[in-house]
């Protein structure tokens, strides 16, 4: 039972930043801008939050609170960053691979010169530490208490009450309506006056909202107990871009795609705790390319199924038919 608790209160810290970060990629091809920069914007919105929370530490009575307010910082930040995709994709009509890829190599060399210059190291190390060692009441449930309210983050709860809110706009809201639409036949979109510029800059947007919280989070929940803005974010991004096409660019389905990746990811730093795997004398090393070598097995295998949206990548111009 000890080591399940340990796997799942471990999963869930790693699956939420997957889970934020890869939804934040369907609404950028959803409405039709593939956003390779997913790694990038993760990157800028931990920077952005652990720099709030190194400025303000001492400024805030409630730890829960300054990790609150270091969110929606990270958020902005991820937002500002991904209107760089946005304006090169949609106003210059630029290829998106390759302008993603430019901003995934620009912002850790930024982050690292910021950091060498400010503070002569290579991130942001602050001492607010957001781990719950258990919730109240909660916690005493039988058996759920101990595997979800115990030893856990509230970057746990927020990622996962931002998930319903966003499935339930995804597959009830007229505007998600409106930004698949533009996705899939943005000239008949247009035609019954949606304005697909602004509902692909509002997809791109969403994206840089979910991706700069989804790098604060990693930062927070994964790196150790306290917020450390560091000039990489371990392939999240590019991750949580495979997790989105194996959950077939839906909600529920990226959901169990990061869980199953993080679950993979947890069980492989927890080796030395598992006397069966520990036995086997493999290098923990293997078990730690565990998750990027499924990533590819996986994709190597689901691609041909894929159905990504019709006009995902191809810039949209008006006097086209």
Not at 259 to 265: C, E, G, Q, S, V
């Amino acid at each position: 039972m000890d080591i399940i608790c340990y796997l799942i209160q471990g999963t869930l810290p790693v699956a939420i930043p997957l889970l934020l970060v890869a939804l934040g990629g369907m609404f950028s091809e959803r409405s039709g801008v593939i956003n390779l920069a997913l790694e990038g914007i993760m990157l800028f919105g931990a920077f952005a939050g652990c720099l709030f929370v190194y400025l303000f530490t001492g400024s805030f009575g409630n730890i829960q609170l300054l990790l609150i307010a270091g969110t929606v910082v990270a958020a902005i930040g991820g937002i500002i960053y991904s209107l760089l995709l946005s304006y090169a994709a949609i106003n210059m009509k630029a290829d998106q691979t390759i302008t993603g890829t430019a901003m995934n190599m620009l912002i850790p060399a930024l982050v690292l010169l910021i950091c060498k210059m400010t503070f002569n190291s290579d991130g942001i190390t602050t001492n607010a530490n957001f781990y719950i060692r258990e919730v109240p009441v909660l916690s005493n449930i039988p058996v759920i208490g101990d595997l979800f309210f115990k030893n856990t983050y509230l970057t746990v709860y927020i990622g996962f009450a931002l998930m319903l809110i966003l499935t339930i706009l995804y597959h009830k809201s007229s505007f998600c309506l409106r930004l698949r639409a533009c996705g899939e036949h943005p000239h008949a979109a247009d035609s019954v006056g949606i304005n697909v510029y602004k509902m692909r800059y509002a997809g791109v947007s969403i994206s840089g909202f979910l991706g700069g919280i989804g790098g604060f989070f990693y930062a927070v929940g994964i790196m150790d107990a306290n917020c450390n803005g560091h000039t990489g974010v371990a392939g999240f991004g590019f991750l949580a871009l495979a997790v989105m096409i194996f959950g077939q660019w839906k909600p529920e389905k990226i959901l169990l795609a990061s869980l199953f990746f993080a679950f993979l990811r947890t069980l492989a730093y927890s080796v030395p705790l598992i006397p069966f795997l520990y036995n086997l004398g493999i290098n923990t090393a293997y078990y730690r390319m565990l998750p990027y070598v499924v990533t590819m097995i996986v994709l190597a295998f689901t691609s041909k199924h894929s159905k990504a949206p019709k006009a995902e990548g191809i810039p949209y111009d008006k006097g086209q038919r």
